[in-house]
């Protein structure tokens, strides 16, 4: 079964090394596919917004292990959701926010034998403590856990269902028959500004004037909606397309629009149509 893990653990350092290491040693068998580990640290928001964009794309039944905790050791409870298709590990953070809608089953983690095993052990034992810290459950919970679902675990073993799990509020744009509000939500590698406003957003506004140009501002800056990057060849200036993942994108042709223009996340954007 496949694996996979978005942190914002960076690879400087060895933690997503380790966490692989603690999968492979309870499911040598197990596929584990980084996502990413670049999240910006603690940014909750960042890690739900790319987990949304990323986990249909693989195989049903893959495991989504996202670690993303700047609670750890805290109360925080740690989290099993299960969907039609997907399973999501990590913490009770907001993480999954854009996942609750499909769950079928949210589960707090209880079942402390199918954490990290004490050393010089893999099989879980009725009554052992796990040697957890305070400061890595993306080692001692939520690696393990994602390792045994993987061997066939039933969902039912590892904890009690909740309906209280956490959520964030994101914020949703405000349409109306001009205009469409929003704010940028994501900068990618590139230094491209991703916004919730959507693809649907932009038909919405051109079913309305057909014949009429769409305009985009962001910070007194405005920009031309292109059909593709390569479009934008030869501009200096800001402009924007529908990214991969339907939502309205802010971008330099070979450039860096967060950079250039000094675009972030919450930033106001407006979509106009004339």
């Given at each position: 079964?496949l694996i996979?893990?978005l942190?914002?653990?960076?690879l400087?350092?060895?933690?997503?090394?380790?966490?692989?290491?603690?999968?492979?040693?309870?499911?040598?068998?197990a596929?584990?596919v980084?996502?990413?580990?670049?999240?910006t640290?603690h940014?909750?928001?960042?890690?739900a917004l790319t987990l949304?964009?990323s986990?249909r794309?693989f195989?049903?039944k893959s495991?989504?292990?996202?670690v993303?905790?700047?609670?750890?050791?805290?109360g925080?409870?740690?989290l099993?959701v299960?969907?039609?298709?997907y399973y999501?590990?990590?913490?009770?953070n907001?993480?999954?926010?854009l996942?609750?809608?499909?769950?079928t089953?949210?589960v707090?983690l209880?079942?402390?034998h199918?954490f990290l095993p004490k050393k010089?052990?893999?099989a879980?034992?009725?009554?052992?403590?796990?040697?957890?810290?305070g400061?890595?459950?993306?080692?001692?919970?939520f690696?393990?856990?994602?390792?045994w679902?993987?061997k066939?675990?039933?969902?039912?073993?590892?904890?009690?269902p909740?309906t209280?799990?956490?959520t964030?509020e994101?914020s949703?744009?405000v349409?109306?028959s001009?205009t469409?509000?929003g704010e940028?939500?994501l900068?990618?590698g590139?230094g491209?500004?991703a916004?919730n406003?959507?693809?649907d957003?932009?038909?919405a506004?051109y079913?309305?004037n057909?014949?009429g140009r769409?305009?985009v501002s962001?910070?007194?800056?405005?920009?031309?909606?292109?059909?593709?990057y390569?479009?934008?060849?030869?501009?200096?200036?800001?402009?924007?397309v529908?990214n991969s993942s339907?939502?309205?994108?802010?971008?330099v042709y070979?450039g860096?629009?967060?950079k250039?223009f000094?675009?972030?996340p919450g930033?106001?954007?407006?979509?106009?149509?004339?």
């Amino acid at each position: 079964m496949l694996i996979t893990l978005l942190t914002d653990f960076g690879l400087k350092d060895p933690f997503a090394g380790v966490m692989k290491g603690a999968i492979l040693t309870i499911n040598p068998q197990a596929t584990v596919v980084d996502i990413t580990h670049g999240i910006t640290p603690h940014d909750v928001k960042e890690a739900a917004l790319t987990l949304a964009d990323s986990y249909r794309y693989f195989p049903p039944k893959s495991i989504h292990v996202a670690v993303v905790d700047p609670g750890v050791g805290s109360g925080r409870r740690p989290l099993l959701v299960v969907t039609e298709d997907y399973y999501f590990v990590g913490p009770d953070n907001g993480v999954f926010t854009l996942v609750f809608g499909e769950a079928t089953e949210v589960v707090h983690l209880t079942s402390e034998h199918y954490f990290l095993p004490k050393k010089g052990g893999t099989a879980p034992r009725e009554g052992l403590r796990a040697p957890t810290t305070g400061t890595f459950h993306g080692r001692d919970i939520f690696a393990p856990v994602a390792a045994w679902l993987s061997k066939g675990i039933a969902v039912s073993n590892f904890g009690e269902p909740i309906t209280d799990y956490v959520t964030l509020e994101l914020s949703v744009p405000v349409r109306d028959s001009s205009t469409v509000k929003g704010e940028a939500v994501l900068i990618d590698g590139f230094g491209n500004a991703a916004v919730n406003i959507t693809e649907d957003d932009v038909s919405a506004l051109y079913s309305i004037n057909p014949a009429g140009r769409l305009a985009v501002s962001v910070g007194g800056i405005h920009a031309r909606l292109m059909s593709s990057y390569a479009e934008a060849e030869g501009s200096e200036g800001l402009s924007a397309v529908i990214n991969s993942s339907g939502r309205l994108e802010l971008f330099v042709y070979k450039g860096n629009a967060a950079k250039t223009f000094g675009i972030k996340p919450g930033d106001p954007v407006t979509l106009k149509v004339s």
